[in-house]
């Protein structure tokens, strides 16, 4: 037998043993609550600093990533309306 084959047969029975005690271990409620209040107070964390860095931003006179969001897509509506117009116009041109 070759040493790929060793290993691979070893490897598929701790994938295997592994697989099963993780599967019954993540739905355990004794992991399940802990790591579900641990994301939330991440999550929370997180909406906590983006709402900070926001201030920041205003009060030295920035954007905020929403508001430059904002502004490039309505920028992207107007460029495609003024390729339409253009569109239009050189079909009228065309016509005359």
């Given at each position: 037998m070759s040493a790929w084959k060793v290993w691979k047969?070893?490897?598929?029975?701790w994938e295997r043993s592994t697989s099963e005690y993780l599967d019954k271990a993540?739905?355990?409620?004794?992991?399940?609550?802990?790591?579900?209040t641990i994301l939330k107070t991440v999550m929370r964390t997180k909406s906590t600093a983006n709402k900070m860095v926001a201030r920041?931003?205003?009060?030295?006179?920035?954007?905020?990533?929403?508001e430059q969001?904002?502004?490039?897509?309505?920028?992207?509506?107007?460029?495609?309306?003024?390729?339409?117009?253009?569109?239009?116009?050189?079909?009228?041109?065309e016509n005359d």
């Open positions: 047969s070893g490897f598929d029975r993540l739905q355990s409620p004794a992991i399940l609550g802990p790591t579900g920041a931003w205003n009060t030295i006179g920035l954007t905020s990533r929403n969001d904002r502004a490039v897509h309505r920028i992207n509506q107007l460029e495609g309306k003024i390729l339409d117009l253009q569109e239009e116009l050189q079909e009228l041109r």
